[in-house]
């Protein structure tokens, strides 16, 4: 498929995406990154490995998000525990 095709494809979604990203994630500049992630990802993936665009993109940010939360979750514990003298380094 032509880049302008693929590009246009995804332009049909990025509402949808950011609106997905930004109620998981709960910031602008975090849904956006969130986006912008799963354009890379869209642009880098292979034309025959996306049966369903919509699914493809949704199920790409999706998982970016919940890895997102998942790090940011990590973080938190690691710098309270800091925080709170309970872990040494």
């Known amino acids: 498929m032509q880049e302008s095709i693929r590009l246009a494809e995804f332009d049909?979604?990025?509402?949808?995406?950011?609106?997905?990203?930004?109620?998981?994630?709960g910031t602008v500049s975090d849904a956006e990154d969130m986006v912008q992630e799963t354009f890379l990802r869209w642009h880098t993936s292979k034309e025959e490995d996306v049966a369903n665009p919509r699914s493809y993109l949704v199920t790409?940010?999706?998982?970016?998000?919940?890895?997102?939360?998942?790090?940011?979750?990590?973080?938190?514990?690691?710098?309270?525990?800091?925080?709170t003298g309970t872990i040494v380094l």
């Open 60 to 83: 790409i940010l999706s998982r970016l998000c919940i890895n997102h939360l998942q790090l940011a979750r990590v973080h938190a514990k690691i710098h309270g525990r800091l925080a």
């Open 12 to 25: 049909e979604y990025r509402g949808l995406l950011f609106s997905i990203a930004y109620r998981m994630l």
